[in-house]
C-alpha cells in the first residue's frame, strides 16, 4: 500500500511548475524588485522566475566545476586573488 501512494503521489506532480512562498521580504525589496521588472517588461512574477533560473544555472555549472576539482582542494576567493597577484609579480 505505501508504495502504491508513494507512486501515486509522484505521478500528480503540476506539470505547469510549482509555487514559492517567500515570508517577511522587506517591502523596499519588494518595490525594487517590482521596479526592475517593470524596467525590463515583465511582471514580478516573470522577472523572479528569469531571475531563479539564472541561479540554478549558476549553481549547476558551479556544480560542474566541484567534480573536476581535486576532493579537499578549496581556495577562498582572498587566497585566488592572493595567487594571481603573486604570480603577476613573477611575471615582472
Do not use: C
Not at 525589496?29 to 522566475?49: D, H, N, P
Not at 528569469?50 to 566541484?66: P, S, Y
Amino acid at each position: 500500500m505505501q508504495i502504491l501512494t508513494e507512486r501515486m503521489r509522484s505521478a500528480t506532480v503540476d506539470p505547469v511548475g510549482s509555487n514559492v512562498q517567500i515570508r517577511n521580504v522587506d517591502p523596499a525589496v519588494v518595490e525594487r524588485l517590482r521596479a526592475q521588472a517593470a524596467k525590463e517588461g515583465a511582471t514580478l512574477s516573470e522577472y523572479l522566475r528569469r531571475e531563479l533560473d539564472q541561479i540554478v544555472q549558476g549553481l549547476d555549472a558551479r556544480e560542474r566545476w566541484e567534480q573536476h576539482v581535486i576532493p579537499g582542494l578549496a581556495f577562498t576567493d582572498e587566497e585566488l586573488r592572493a595567487g594571481i597577484r603573486e604570480g603577476r609579480r613573477w611575471e615582472g
